[in-house]
Nanobody
Framework: QLQLVESGGGLVQPGGSLRLSCEVSGFTLDYYVIGWFRQAPGKEREAVSCISSSGASTNYADSVKGRFTTSRVNAKNTVYLQMDSLKLEDTAIYYC??????????????????WGQGTQVTVSS
């Protein structure tokens, strides 16, 4: 059974850092692109970043470019989102999602068929 579990969220002050993890189980990560998304209260879900199956290619939303970095360790079945210089507007629930190469998934558009349950990130002074 495919499963993605996010962790690492929490409360942080503006300018601080957090590292989110997306641990996958039930399948081999090698053949999946992984996207990070977020949704703030009252707003639509927003794509944050995407990393190719090999990790050689990444994409970022303009709002996080230069501050967020996504990486992956396929051997650990884990994908990371390093978030630095956090701003108040980064407050949201963050989700990771997987898209299989067999179904034509690619960054940044996916499609993404499997989603995690999300982790809350709150940036507040």
């Amino acid at each position: 059974q495919l499963q993605l579990v996010e962790s690492g969220g929490g409360l942080v002050q503006p300018g601080g850092s957090l590292r989110l993890s997306c641990e996958v189980s039930g399948f081999t990560l090698d053949y999946y692109v992984i996207g990070w998304f977020r949704q703030a209260p009252g707003k639509e879900r927003e794509a944050v970043s995407c990393i190719s199956s090999s990790g050689a290619s990444t994409n970022y939303a303009d709002s996080v470019k230069g501050r967020f970095t996504t990486s992956r360790v396929n051997a650990k079945n884990t994908v990371y989102l390093q978030m630095d210089s956090l701003k108040l507007e980064d407050t949201a629930i963050y989700y990771c999602a997987a898209g299989h190469l067999l179904y034509g998934s690619s960054c940044p558009l996916g499609p993404f068929g499997t989603w995690g349950q999300g982790t809350q990130v709150t940036v507040s002074s």
